[in-house]
Structure formats: structure tokens, C-alpha cells
């Protein structure tokens, strides 16, 4: 069977869920060969090797660190010329796109981003996309050299497949533009304990409503009665009530949980070009009128800070 | 010392309307208003901070691959502030995709002549975000990308880059590429002078033949991607929507209860 390369998004060995992923998608088109590089590559092995890698390819040195982008598409290049694989999966991650981009260019191929589905067709790959602020569902593929194809987190349930996983050392060499962009400092987020926004199955987002950065802690009691990713909208984030990183939408991250909760938040657009694939939707608002409610499967029409409280000691009570 | 400064600016359907695919599965512009791509303001306004921090003499140059109408988007662009504007335009362009776009790019930076590229973090309607490394690589420059912050001394570009895992500082000698998010700063308004003055600024035309790049490298039937079917979403069935009277919280944990969130 062919073999599909899938580049390992991991931090420090630690494979994040998206790979995961990616390895129960890439066993529809072939046996997933998998790229995993930098600090604790090799510790990603048994993981990866549980979910379908029939090989994990690895590679460690300080410049995937230290230079931005470029030491990875070295690497991926070169795995690329070993293997000569069918497909080439990479998470869509912002970092992701543009290695895939830049790897796409490399060798002589076409890049699609930001799949939510794959599947094999006759002529390759078929992704599917969804597009416009989610109005619209395509279906496309690569239609020049090797498939190249980034795909969105939760595009997939992951299902272990146990293989083989023989951990091979890569061989790179890195080409003069790798150590073009400098990383001189890195600061890491700091952990809150709840799951990461665009992999949680339950998101729930404040918006303008909740009026200040203080009034957060109704919408935070809400999502850990739920276990659930904290979202905000971008005037929420522009008033500088939570961080940049939180933010949904078009320029912030697109989710796609199985439940997803709006409080004091329009629906503008925007808004919805990041949410409007999940699967539930449900919305506080005092407005009857806010187009988020044209999107709900139940929408509240009040003040969130009566509403969420409720919901909040209603669902732990539930809990027990 | 100088520096010429290229922004690379989308025309795109209005976000806010009704977009749609035409026969050809590529966007139809007929039915929708164009404008110059949101997200591409903050790469002029940054261009344009750059400029008036600088001790050099700067040059802003806007440059777009797209219809006749795409001149709306530098003209907006040269309102804002920009000096001048090259706008590539070709009947064979119709249908390129970011492969194709990146090399008709590239050909028209090197043409104009660049120390710096500033481009968006993504265009609002195919929303990629690939386009900016794209330039760099083929290029031969480094990328600093995805920048919330950023500024230009002495030859060297820097800035700051929101990861999901980590903020990183980013460093990088000139020629180099570099994109700008949404978080880098406002973009202002055009003011009247600045409108009334954008009607004098040259706007140069360019075809393929001007850049050397071959039609059979660009245009639909050339592309690196094939679009074989586009479905319009479903709306969402009506959802129930109750008003809140005192019990609108514990409607909605039965609602939650009913879907076994709870
Ligand atoms: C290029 C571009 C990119 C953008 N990207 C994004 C993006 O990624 N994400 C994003 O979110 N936006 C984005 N926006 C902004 C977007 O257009 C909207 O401005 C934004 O989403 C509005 O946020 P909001 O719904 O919180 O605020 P508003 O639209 O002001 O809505 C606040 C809502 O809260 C309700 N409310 C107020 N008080 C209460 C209360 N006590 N209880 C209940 N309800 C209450 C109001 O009725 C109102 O409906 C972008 C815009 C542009 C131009
Ligand atoms: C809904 C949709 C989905 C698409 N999916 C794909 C796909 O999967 N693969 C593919 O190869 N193509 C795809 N395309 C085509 C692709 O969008 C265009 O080729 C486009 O010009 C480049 O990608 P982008 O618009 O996503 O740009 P991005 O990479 O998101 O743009 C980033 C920046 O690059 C600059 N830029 C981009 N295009 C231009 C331009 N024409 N002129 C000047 N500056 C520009 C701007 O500064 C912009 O802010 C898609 C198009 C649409 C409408």
C-alpha cells in the first residue's frame, strides 16, 4: 500500500490530539509514515505507533528552535524524497499551513488548506472544505504532483490502530534559508488546565455582553461545570477583558465542538466564520433580534449574568 | 539609505454579503461587491507606521493580481497613504490558485524592486494564510510572519509573533517578507486630502508577458488544485428560543440534560 506522510505536531514528545487525527485519516489513503521533529521526537514513537504509523521518521537538532519555519520544510523535504509518498498530511495549525505551503512549492505540487474530511477518490486525496464562513462545503483536490494537504483539528475521531513503528533516524541537511528568521525570545503560554480551544468538544465564549474582564470568571464557572475550552469574541478581546489567543473566528480559531455556547455575542459574521460548523449551538442574549439566534439549536433571549449562573449551578447540581 | 517597502493587498467579495461559487466553481464577483480585504489594511497601515518612524526615505508600493476592478482595492490603498501602485491583471489569471498567485507575485516584487514585502495574515475570502511564506520562499528571503508587532532598523526586521504554545521574538535581515495580523494596530481611516491626492498617484498595469510568466503556469486549467463540487450549507433548522423569566438558565441545563452534555 502506498505510504502517507503525516507530520507530528507534538510539544516536547507530547503528541497533541490533531496528529492523532491525522494518522486515523491518513489510513484511509495509505499506511501513515510519520515526521516528527525537535526536542523529544523519539518520544513520540509509541504513540504514534499505536495510531497507524507503520514508520516514525524523527529528527532532533536545536535549529527547529531556533529558526522559524524553514527547518522544518527542510525536514519534511527530505522525508518527502525517501519515502515518495502519496499524500503529505500536516495539521492546520497557522504554523502548519505555511510549512505545507512552502513544502508544496518545494516539490512541485498543490497545497489545500484547512480540510475537514479526506478521503480517497480516483484521481487522489478528496478534502473536503468548508468555506465562505462555513456557507459553503467543497470538495477539492490536488490536481498537480503529490498531494500536499493541511486539515483542520476535530476533522476526525481518532481510532487506534496499532502498527508497526519502527523509529528510523532522518537524515537533514538544512538548506542557507533555514536560519533566515531568528527566534531570539520564546515565552510560553502559561497552562489554565483546560482543554485547548480548538480541541475541546465543549467551547463556551463571552462576548461584549459580559461587559469587563472581571465579569469572565460567570463565563469560566460556566465552562468548567462543563469541562469545557473558554472562547471569546474579538470586542471582548479588543477590550482587552481575555486573551488574543481565545479569540473565535475568522482571525482568531476556528472550532468545531460538539457543543458550542455564545453569551452576549452578536453573530457577526466574523464571529461565525469560526464557529458555525459545531455541531450544537446555543445562545444567551438579551437581544431578540442578534443574528446568532438565526444559528441556534436552543438560544435564551436575557441578561447572561442571571442565565449562566443558573446554568452553572444547575448543571453541577446535576453533576452531584 | 532608502527602503522600498512592497504591500501586497487582495480584492475580495464583501464579506458581509452574499457570497457565492460561480459555474466554474471559482468565486462569483458579479453578484457581490469587492473591496480591498480587511485584513490587508493592517498590512498598509504597518507599512505606513514603518515610514513615518524612519529616518530613510521610504517608498509604499501596493501591489495586486486581479481583475480590472481590483483597482479599488489600491485605490483605497493609496488613500491610506501609500505612494504608488502596480495592479497585475490578465484574462488568463481567472481561476489561479495560491501556487499560481505566489508566482505572479513574486515576479512583480522583484520587478518593482523590494527590501520589504508586507502582506496580510490571510485574504477573507480564500482564507489560506499561505501566501506570505509562499513570497519567501520563492523568493529566497526569510519570513517573518504572522506579526503583531513589528518594526524595521538598520536593515533588520522585527517582531512579534502569537503562537498557539508560546510568544516568540523573531529577528531577520533584510530583503525579508513579513505578515501582519489584526493585532498589530488599527488601520486608519482616508482622509479627504488622502482620497483627493490617491487620484494622482500612478497606478501601473502590468499583463504576464511584462513578468515572464507563461499562461500554462497560471489560470484555472493550470492549477496545482481542482475544485469538483461546492454545496451550499443547509440552513440550520429553527431552533427553539425561549425568554427568559426567571427560569431560562434551568431551561437551558434541560435543554443541555436532553443532548447528554449534562
Ligand atoms: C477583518 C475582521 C476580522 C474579524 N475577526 C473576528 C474574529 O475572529 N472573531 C470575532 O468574534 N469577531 C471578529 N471581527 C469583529 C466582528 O465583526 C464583530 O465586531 C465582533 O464579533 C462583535 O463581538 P460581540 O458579538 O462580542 O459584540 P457585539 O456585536 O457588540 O455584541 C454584543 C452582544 O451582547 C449582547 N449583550 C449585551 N449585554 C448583555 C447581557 N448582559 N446579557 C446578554 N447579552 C448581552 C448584546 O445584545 C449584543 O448582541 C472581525 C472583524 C473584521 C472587520
Ligand atoms: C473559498 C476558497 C478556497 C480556496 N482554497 C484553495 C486551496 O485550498 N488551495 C489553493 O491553492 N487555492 C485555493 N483558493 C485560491 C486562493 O485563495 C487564491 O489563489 C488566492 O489568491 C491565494 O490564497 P488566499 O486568498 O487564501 O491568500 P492568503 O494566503 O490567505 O493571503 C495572505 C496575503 O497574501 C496576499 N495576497 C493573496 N492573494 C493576493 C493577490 N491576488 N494579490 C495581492 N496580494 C495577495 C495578501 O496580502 C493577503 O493578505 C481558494 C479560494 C477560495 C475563494
Redesign the interface.
Known sequence: MAEVLVYVDHADGAVRKPTLELLTLARRIGDPVAVALGAGAGDTAATLAEHGAVRVLTHEAAEYADYLVVPKVDALRAAHDIVSPAAVLVPSSAEGKEIAARLALRIGSGVITDAIDLEAGDQGPVATQSVFAAAYTTKSRVSKGTPVITVKPNSAAVEPAPAAGAVEALDVTFSEQATGTKVTARTPRESTGRPELTEAAIVVSGGRGVNGAENFAVIEALADSLGAAVGASRAAVDAGWYPHTNQVGQTGKSVSPQLYVAAGISGAIQHRAGMQTSKTIVAINKDAEAPIFELVDYGVVGDLFDVVPQLTEEIVARKG | MSLRIVVTVKYVPD??GD?H?ADD?TVDRDDVDGLLSE?DEYAVEQALRISENSDDDVEITVLTVGPEDAKDALRKALSMGADKAIHVEDDDLHGT???GT?LVLAKAVEKAGYDLVISG??S??G????VP??L???L???????L?EVSVEDGTV?GR?????????????LP?VVSV???SGEARYPSFKGIMAAKKKPVESWDLSDLDVDADEVGLEN???????????PA?TA??????E?E??????E???G?K??
Open positions: 464579506a458581509t457570497r461559487f466553481l485584513l490558485d495560491a501556487i505566489s495574515m490571510a477573507t475570502d482564507t489560506m494564510g499561505v511564506a509562499l519567501a520562499e520563492r529566497g528571503v526569510p519570513q517573518v510572519t504572522l503583531s522585527k509573533r502569537d503562537g498557539d504554545a508560546a510568544t516568540e521574538r523573531l529577528e531577520a535581515a525579508a495580523t489584526d493585532q492549477a496545482w488544485t481542482t475544485v469538483d463540487g461546492a454545496t451550499e450549507r440550520r431552533g427553539t428560543i425561549v425568554k427568559d426567571g431560562g438558565g434551568r431551561q437551558l441545563a435543554f443541555l440534560a443532548q452534555f449534562v
